[in-house]
């Protein structure tokens, strides 16, 4: 059996290195894996695949960046080439990216069942280009791989039932795999002088906040006001519109501390020692759970409510108040279920391609 998986944007490295892992270990499944090229800074892309020991891809596309049109049509060119030469049993997508939805859109039309991990998450808001992506991916996917209960729940309400399975989330796999060697490993606190438990860490990069210059003022104005070191890993994107929109004064305060986009290995030490997360990341509020840590998501809506059930994730949305507010009330729940399975989430999905076939 042969399966082409496509991955192009850093967090799809980490799910793909889980899924890899457990095809190679049993040798049934020949994978060929292509990186579109959505992301290509080393830091944002080389360096992920060295440390989660990812093979190199087989097919490189090198697309880069580009308008939404732009970069999902050179993707959909050069993938269906690809996919047409391979012949793969099935195309094995994940998340919501650009290069998810050209992956779907190339094999559907080629008639080559696609796999979509990470299936059935909905904001409900199609402002949002991932939700776009997520919509279209799971109305043309034939194996829907849900990491959660609501997820299911989402594709149900869309007319979707057949072959969708609640696997668990297959990054709580590569947290337990990887949370004790990058805590070992990780140098991050002690070069960035930081003390556990007393810094907090935030991320900003969806087009919502990056892209609306009041948006990020708001949020950035709210990290000057914090009482405690801010790091602040800045996203290219948001790097360069801070530049653009000519905000740079409000991240010069010394308590916050800016630095270029981490490896999984740092941010996974930064994030299981940080008081809490502040960030409009969907990997992030997931790894924060995860790891019990408090988060504050930058956004009026989340995909994983759960998180907010169970009272460790706060929706403040991009206002300086509320962001304040919602960090001043922090509070550790007690409760802590496990709502991401139990780690063994890509032995299951291994196990169903193998059946499915
Ligand atoms: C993409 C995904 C988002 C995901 C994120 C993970 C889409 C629509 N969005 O967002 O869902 O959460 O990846 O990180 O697919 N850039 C660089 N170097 C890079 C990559 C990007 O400088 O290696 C800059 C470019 O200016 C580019 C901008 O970042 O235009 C946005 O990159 P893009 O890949 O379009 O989307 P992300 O914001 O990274």
């Known amino acids: 059996m042969k399966i082409l998986t496509v991955v192009g944007a850093r967090p799809q490295f980490i799910k793909a290195s889980m899924l890899s892992k457990a095809i190679k270990a049993q040798s049934k499944i020949e994978e060929i894996m292509v990186h579109t090229g959505q992301h290509y800074d080393h830091n944002m892309s080389t360096i992920f695949f060295d440390q989660l020991k990812l093979t190199k891809p087989d097919y490189y596309l090198g697309i880069g960046s580009g308008s939404h049109g732009e970069q999902t049509a050179k993707m959909l060119f050069e993938l269906e080439k690809i996919m047409l030469s391979v012949q793969p049993d099935i195309v094995i997508v994940y998340g919501d990216t650009n290069s998810t939805l050209a992956g779907s859109i190339a ?4 008639h080559i069942p696609i796999a979509h991990v990470e299936a059935g998450l909905r904001s409900f808001n199609k402002k949002m280009p991932e ?7 799971d109305h043309l996917s034939h ?28 990054m709580y796999d590569a947290v337990i795999h ?27 990069h969806r087009a919502e906040n990056s892209d609306e210059p009041e948006r990020l003022k708001q949020i950035l104005t709210a990290f000057q006001r914090l009482d405690k070191t801010i790091i602040l890993p800045l996203h290219p994107r948001t790097k360069n519109k ?8 409000f991240i010069t305060s010394s308590h916050i501390k800016t630095i270029d986009p981490v ?3 740092d941010m996974l ?3 299981s020692q940080a008081k809490a997360i502040l960030t409009d ?15 504050i998501t930058l956004r009026e809506e989340t995909e994983w409510i759960e998180t907010v059930q169970t009272g460790w994730n706060h929706l403040a949305g991009y206002k300086t108040n509320q962001i304040l507010d919602k960090v001043n009330h922090l509070k550790l729940p007690q409760y802590s279920p496990s709502i991401f399975g139990d780690g063994r989430t890509a032995h299951v999905i291994h196990n169903i391609l193998l059946h499915s076939f």
């Open 131 to 137: 939700e776009i992506n997520r919509i279209i991916t």
């Open 263 to 265: 490896n999984y290995f």
């Open 178 to 204: 990887f949370k004790d060697p990058a805590i070992q490993q990780s140098t991050i606190l002690n070069d960035l002088s930081l003390t556990a438990g007393n810094y907090f860490i935030a991320t900003v």
């Open 143 to 170: 194996l829907l791989f849900c990491p959660s209960k609501t997820a299911i729940h989402n594709l149900k309400q869309e007319g979707i039932d057949k072959e969708v399975y609640l696997t668990g989330d297959i």
């Open 242 to 249: 801070i530049q653009h929109f000519k905000l740079d004064h």
């Open 281 to 295: 990341s969907g990997g992030l509020q997931k790894e924060a759970y995860m790891l019990r840590i408090p988060c």
């Open 269 to 271: 030490a930064l994030v």
């Open 107 to 110: 094999a559907s039309k080629i």
